[in-house]
């Protein structure tokens, strides 16, 4: 996921919100009331399972699986898309470029002029005006999920083997030899998906296993202690921290965008997502859009959340 920063961004179409399954208020940031104003779907899309917002050149970049969702299969299909911040499509196939090859891109980061992916067993990272890309195999990796910057240091997430793997230099674009490639925790039932570096300097993660085995919320320290902020709460995909350090998360079990905290707990904001991904957001003056991919829906929906 990318981190927003901000800009205005005003959406020309919202849904009722009876048939998205909208909640009216939750606990937001301050302690002020945190409101869906308005929820719009954009569809016709290839499987997106992540979408990450570049704030200098004020676009959209989506990863999409391509013509099946088959998360694991090396089939070549897999591109990373250019949309305008409504959606709209301007490049489909802007990465990869120069022969490169992707499968099924998953977590995508952005930071200054580089874009981080994973693609099952590896990360790759691109120039964004170049397009130049490196890809780097993580040994062990099984199902690699999302990447998250922090400092000179690149995390990915492994949901299915249950790792969190740290890489330096994040940025390995153009660093001679091979990066270096660390396991920070492993079977320690978080099974981890979604990371976001927190406020505090810890990294944020929040698990997903399976139906039937929910996961929770987790603070991993630099040493790599971890600190289990929620029990069992279900599938947790993305993860966003917010100004007052309240999370919003998306969560395949119920099917929903919620915002949480320690006080208040889960509290969903919009629902009806068959496979609510890995989302970016885009803070402004006013409020929040939260863009969040429905994988298995193939499509985008964009919430407009105000204080």
């Known amino acids: 996921m990318s981190k927003g920063m901000p800009v205005g961004l005003v959406l020309s179409v919202c849904m009722a919100v009876a048939q998205l399954g909208i909640s009216g208020d939750a606990s937001g940031q301050g302690g002020k009331g945190l409101r869906v104003i308005s929820d719009q779907m954009v569809g016709g899309f290839a499987f997106p399972e992540s979408v990450a917002y570049d704030p200098r050149a004020?676009?959209?970049?989506?990863?999409?699986?391509?013509?099946?969702?088959?998360?694991?299969?090396?089939?070549?299909?897999?591109?990373?898309?250019?949309?305008?911040?409504?959606?709209?499509?301007?490049?489909?196939?802007?990465?990869?470029?120069?022969?490169?090859?992707?499968?099924?891109?998953?977590?995508?980061?952005?930071?200054?002029?580089?874009?981080?992916?994973?693609?099952?067993?590896?990360?790759?990272?691109?120039?964004?005006?170049?397009?130049?890309?490196?890809?780097?195999?993580?040994?062990?990796?099984?199902?690699?999920?999302?990447?998250?910057?922090?400092?000179?240091?690149?995390?990915?997430?492994?949901?299915?083997?249950?790792?969190?793997?740290?890489?330096?230099?994040?940025?390995?674009?153009?660093?001679?030899?091979?990066?270096?490639?660390?396991?920070?925790?492993?079977?320690?039932s978080i099974n981890p998906n979604g990371l976001y570096p927190a406020r505090d300097g810890s990294l944020l993660a929040v698990g997903f296993l399976s139906p039937k085995q929910a996961r929770g919320i987790y603070s991993v320290s630099k040493s790599g202690d971890i600190t289990t902020l929620a029990k069992e709460i279900g599938r947790l995909d993305g993860v966003y921290q917010m100004r007052d350090g309240s999370l919003l998360v998306t969560d395949w079990n119920s099917g929903s965008l919620s915002h949480w905290s320690p006080k208040t707990g889960m509290q969903t904001l919009a629902s009806g997502f068959k496979g609510p991904a890995d989302f970016c957001v885009i803070p402004d003056e006013k409020g929040l859009t939260v863009i969040v991919p429905d994988l298995v829906q193939s499509q985008l929906r964009f919430v407009r959340l105000a204080f």
């Open 58 to 188: 004020k676009v959209l970049y989506m990863g999409q699986f391509g013509s099946e969702l088959k998360p694991a299969e090396k089939d070549g299909k897999g591109r990373i898309s250019k949309l305008s911040l409504d959606g709209k499509v301007l490049e489909d196939r802007f990465l990869p470029a120069h022969g490169e090859t992707l499968h099924k891109p998953k977590g995508i980061w952005v930071r200054g002029e580089r874009l981080w992916v994973t693609d099952i067993d590896a990360v790759w990272v691109f120039d964004l005006k170049s397009r130049k890309g490196r890809k780097l195999d993580l040994p062990g990796m099984g199902f690699a999920n999302d990447p998250a910057v922090q400092g000179n240091a690149l995390f990915i997430s492994d949901n299915r083997n249950d790792l969190l793997y740290r890489v330096e230099p994040a940025d390995f674009l153009n660093h001679e030899g091979t990066p270096q490639i660390a396991v920070v925790f492993a079977g320690k």
